[in-house]
């Protein structure tokens, strides 16, 4: 064993080499892919609600303080995703704040 400072970087850096990178197995990429749609789906369940607020114009029953506060924890976990370069957290929170401003408004114009 060497009492070189680098010595334990270099032996790490070789003991990476031998494994194979979480971030480029199967499963991973499977989950990526799944995540991706979960990120689309979950802010498209959402589309009903929108179209009933507007073609009825009626948001009879909607919370504005539910509906608001759902809209408000959208920015933080954005900032988030922003922060740590996660594009499927970017991309959903996007999705998420867009639909739910939309219910909003339309809690605002019809409530």
């Known amino acids: 064993m060497s009492n070189h400072p680098l010595y334990h970087l270099h032996r790490?850096?070789?003991?990476?080499?031998?494994?194979?990178?979480?971030?480029?197995?199967k499963w991973v990429k499977i989950l990526d892919r799944i995540a991706m749609m979960v990120a689309v789906l979950g802010p498209a369940f959402t589309l009903p609600q929108i179209y009933k607020i507007y073609s009825l114009q009626n948001a009879e029953g909607l919370s504005l303080i539910s509906w608001g506060s759902y809209l408000a924890f959208n920015f933080p976990m954005l900032l988030y995703g922003i922060a740590h370069r996660e594009k499927?957290?970017?991309?959903?929170?996007?999705?998420?704040?867009?639909?739910n401003a939309s219910v909003v408004l339309g809690i605002v114009l019809f409530g």
């Open 88 to 99: 499927v957290m970017i991309r959903m929170y996007i999705l998420w704040i867009l639909v």
């Open 12 to 25: 790490q850096n070789r003991l990476l080499k031998l494994r194979k990178p979480f971030f480029q197995s």
